[in-house]
């Protein structure tokens, strides 16, 4: 099976990073403020300042090991570096950063939670300069924030993992099930065939078999090997959706029936919370188009998540998760509906903003809705939004058709 993997939340890090940089390069007048990245032997721009002055790009990316740069010295001391100036410093003052007349440098690590290097923090100008202790522990502290950022960003990435595990086991065990029914039909139809087999071979050799005896032998064939053709062809249909189902686990860009996408999905989830909310699926049988089925999951996934756990006060049959398509022009357009206590917000762009608060709940809405508009915009090229509702919530998501792997 192929791994799975969870949507890429780097967009999402760089516009909010890249903000703070741009704070960051005011408050201490300096033309550049970078987050840089480690990526196997590479040390690449992960985010910037937009300052005209700012002579580094998004992606640019030097050897790591060796490099002779200030960010190199950083993550392998995991100490913050301050180089006043990199002309009069003889161990600086030969760094690469000089070609940019960046002369001044002031950095700290970024770690993952577990200790390992993310990348650094730094400033740089091309005048000389002694930073001020104050600014010295902002930037400790904002390196702090962001760590803590990363960390949210991991537990995240694992909640995707474990929900789409979750669906994968319930989806196996549901087509598991229906594979059960034809299967042992077909067991038991070869077993009377078997077992008429012996006793009619057992006749003849005593030469005791009649015409009757004969007759019924191949009236009864006749019943058992119908129940395997019909049955056979139920299995050959179970295991041509599960060969779809593998090929809808990859990141892969594929056509997908939605009707079958849904229903699937649909049986997971009655599987799983049958008791708490009733699930309906408004879906054409003809609809195919091309995206990318394991991120649709996810988005699907998290709307239907989010609904169990925030939108309905209590466990009831009342609940309800709708989700429909329609198809305009190239678009195929999305919804999924539920009948719980909604949002109270504002504007309706916020839902999206990570770490708000529903005024009706009190609840954390935490960072799987932006997640969601992310991997819809960025990966999935559509568009989300919650839409106005007098009951529940309806989020609507529109999709275009993908152009299909080679």
Same mark, same amino acid.
């Given at each position: 099976m192929t791994e799975l993997a969870p949507?890429?939340?780097?967009? $999402?890090l760089v516009e909010q990073w890249s903000e703070?940089?741009? $704070?960051i390069a005011k408050i201490l007048h300096v033309p550049t403020a970078l987050i840089m990245k480690l990526e196997n032997n590479q040390i690449k721009v992960f985010a910037k300042n937009m300052d005209r002055h700012n002579p580094y790009q998004i992606n640019d990316s030097e050897i790591f090991d060796g490099s002779g740069l200030y960010?190199?010295? #950083? #993550?392998k001391s995991q100490k913050m570096l301050e180089v006043?100036?990199?002309?009069?410093?003889?161990?600086?003052?030969d760094n690469p950063d000089i070609k940019l007349n960046m002369i001044y440098y002031l950095g700290l690590p970024l770690n993952y939670s577990d200790g390992t290097p993310f990348g650094t923090i730094c400033v740089l100008d091309s005048n000389a300069r002694t930073a001020k202790d104050e600014y010295k522990a902002l930037l400790a502290h904002i390196k702090s924030n962001m760590e803590e950022q990363l960390h949210a960003y991991e537990l995240q990435q694992r909640l995707f993992e474990k929900k789409n595990l979750k669906h994968i086991e319930n989806l196996i065990c549901a087509m598991a099930h229906e594979l059960n029914t034809p299967t042992g039909v077909s067991i038991t139809a070869v077993s009377v065939i078997t077992s008429q087999l012996n006793e009619l071979k057992k006749r003849f050799e005593q030469q005791t078999l009649s015409k009757n005896q004969f007759l019924e032998f191949v009236q009864q064939t006749e019943q058992c090997t119908a129940l395997l053709d019909s049955n056979l062809a139920k299995t050959s249909t179970l295991i041509e959706r599960?060969?779809?189902?593998?090929?809808? $686990?990859? $990141?892969?860009r594929v056509a997908v029936n939605l009707q079958q996408f849904f229903t699937d999905m649909e049986k997971s989830y009655h599987r799983a919370y049958h008791e708490k909310v009733g699930f309906h699926i408004t879906i054409a049988p003809d609809i195919k188009f091309v995206t990318i089925p394991m991120l649709l999951q996810s988005v699907i996934a998290q709307l239907v998540e989010n609904a169990i756990e925030h939108a309905f006060t209590d466990d009831s049959k009342d609940n309800k998760v709708l989700i429909s398509a329609n198809v305009i022009s190239d678009e #195929?357009?999305?919804t999924v509906e539920d009948n719980g206590i909604g949002f109270q917000l504002n504007d309706p762009n916020e839902v999206f903003s990570p770490g708000i608060r529903s005024d009706k709940r009190h609840s954390h809405i935490g960072l799987g809705l932006c997640i969601v508009q992310k991997t819809v915009l960025v990966q999935l090229k559509g568009t989300i939004k919650l839409k106005p509702s007098t009951n529940g919530s309806t989020f609507e998501i529109r999709l275009p058709n993908l152009t299909p792997a080679n």
């Open positions: 949507p890429d939340y780097s967009t $999402l703070t940089l741009n $704070l960010c190199e010295h #950083v #993550v006043n100036n990199a002309l009069t410093d003889p161990d600086w003052n599960f060969r779809d189902i593998s090929e809808q $686990l990859s $990141l892969n #195929v357009i999305l």
